[in-house]
């Protein structure tokens, strides 16, 4: 089989993205498709998106997987090294968050450890199942994607950024044990994204706009308007830049954090 034109070194390589079902996640898993990986998509439930790939006879394998139990991202690495008999490639990409629009005091230990349980835990456990297949090949990547409120403290996702900045950290410290080993590990961190996380029934917008009695769509026009850019990142920019990290051509880049939000944030 010929090669994509642009293939990032990722031509035949095996890859597990978490939370692929949509948004972010279905993007990077388009994108490696089109450099000729061979992708497990790990989500909760199947999409139309990820079945639509599979029927046109992309090199993809859903799991369906609920990333926030103890063995979840465990059972979806394995699933893929028993499918491919290997990885070369692991995204983390799973996360949500739920704005806190009563506050700190409102937000309970609950809210805290399902906070934490998606946004940290998840790629922890993933990646400790993974980090053996990935060392075995000499060459193993890791992906993650943070978020920029991991440098941003917001009361508003104050558990979420907490989540996110152990996050960061955790690859950054990671990336010192493995790289010795032949794994790179890093990380990307976008602001708001044209997604349903953001712009959804239930998403960012809703859920503060309902909260302090505005508009949903004013919401995402305030968050537009932080970046110089003046407009969310698009799910197939972050893809882009995942896709670099994930391949060879990203060779010697290992512990680095890249913000993607449109100039929104200072540099630290």
Known sequence: MTAPADDHGLAGQRAVVTGAGRGIGLAVTEGLLAAGARVVAG??????????LVERGAALTVVEVD???????????????????????????????????DGFLATTDADWEWTLTINLMAAVRATRSALPHLIATGDGRIVTVSSVN?????PLVIDYGAAKAALSNF??????????????VN?????????????????????????L?????AVADQAAAAAVTGRFTLPAE????????AGRRSGNITGADFVIDGGMTDAL
């Open 150 to 154: 991991a440098r941003l403290p917001d």
């Open 43 to 52: 989500t909760t439930k199947r999409t139309e998106a990820l079945d639509d």
């Open 213 to 217: 009695g505005l508009d949903p769509s």
């Open 187 to 211: 990380s990307v961190s976008p602001g708001p994204v044209e997604t349903s996380l953001w712009k959804g029934a239930g998403g960012v917008a809703a859920t503060v706009g309902a909260g």
């Open 238 to 245: 972050v893809a882009d830049l995942v896709v670099f990290l």
């Open 67 to 101: 990333l926030a139990t103890t063995d979840g991202p465990g059972t979806l690495v394995a699933a893929a090294a028993d499918l491919h008999g290997g990885l070369d490639v692991l995204v983390n990409n799973v996360g949500a968050v739920r704005p806190r629009v």
């Open 171 to 184: 690859c950054k410290a990671l990336s010192k044990q493995v790289g010795p080993q032949g794994v790179r």
